[in-house]
Every structure is written in C-alpha cells, then in structure tokens.
C-alpha cells in the first residue's frame, strides 16, 4: 500500500506562487505514474497534471500549462507541483494521486491511491 501526504497549500494573492509536496510512504514511488488533481467547490475533481515514472512524460491540464509545473524526486519518494501566477480560479483542494498502471491518464478511476488533499486560496 501506498500512503501519500500533500503539504504547502495556503492562501496566497493572485498572481503568487505556491509549492504543493505530496510524500509517499508504505512503497517506493520509483515506479508509479504521479498525478495532482483538484476539486474546487461544487464542482468534480478534475485532473491537474501528470508525470510518468521516470520523469520523461508529463502532461497538463490546458488550464494550467505554462503556469504550473509538476516534478518527480524518486529519491525523496515524493511529487512536486510548481503554481506560478495564480489566479483565484485555481481555488480548490489539491489532491496527489499514484497509479502503478503504466498510464498517463487524466481519468481519476486510474489511480489507486490518493492523499487526503491540501487547501489552496487564491484572492483577487
């Protein structure tokens, strides 16, 4: 089983930047597709952006590319999502997600395992 823990949402100012973790523990993330999805309010989890196990594929939502930024360390077993220029859109909570299916799907039913999610507040 794997375990994953999101840090680093707050509220922040539109146009700041903010720095989400997800770490994982119970197994190796070396070899796990990654993903961060979000939910705001309302409305159903959609998905953020994905990154393959070794690092070579990633692929974003169309409503974050050029903004957002995600990132793999396999040696400190944990996913990285980069938020530059925020806007009070990207509200919602933040979940990380791991899939042991080689995928880089955007389809929430494709990861297994999911973190509890971290609040992310973007004020106009």
């Known amino acids: 089983q794997v375990q994953l823990l999101e840090s680093g949402g707050r509220l922040v100012q539109a146009g700041g930047s903010l720095r989400l973790s997800c770490v994982a523990s119970?197994?190796?993330?070396?070899?796990?597709?990654m993903a961060w999805f979000r939910q705001a309010p309302g409305k159903e989890r959609e998905f953020v952006a994905v990154?393959?196990?070794?690092?070579?594929?990633?692929h974003y939502a169309d409503s974050v590319k050029g903004r957002f930024t995600i990132s793999k360390d396999n040696a400190k077993n944990a996913v990285f999502l980069q938020m530059d220029n925020l806007e009070p859109e990207d509200t919602a909570v933040y979940y990380c997600?791991?899939?042991?299916?080689?995928?880089?799907?955007?389809?929430?039913?494709?990861?297994?395992?999911w973190g509890q999610g971290t609040q992310v507040t973007v004020s106009s």
């Open positions: 990154i393959s196990w070794d690092s070579i594929s990633i």
């Open positions: 119970g197994r190796t993330l070396n070899y796990y597709t």
């Open positions: 997600a791991a899939s042991d299916v080689i995928t880089m799907s955007t389809a929430k039913n494709y990861y297994a395992y």
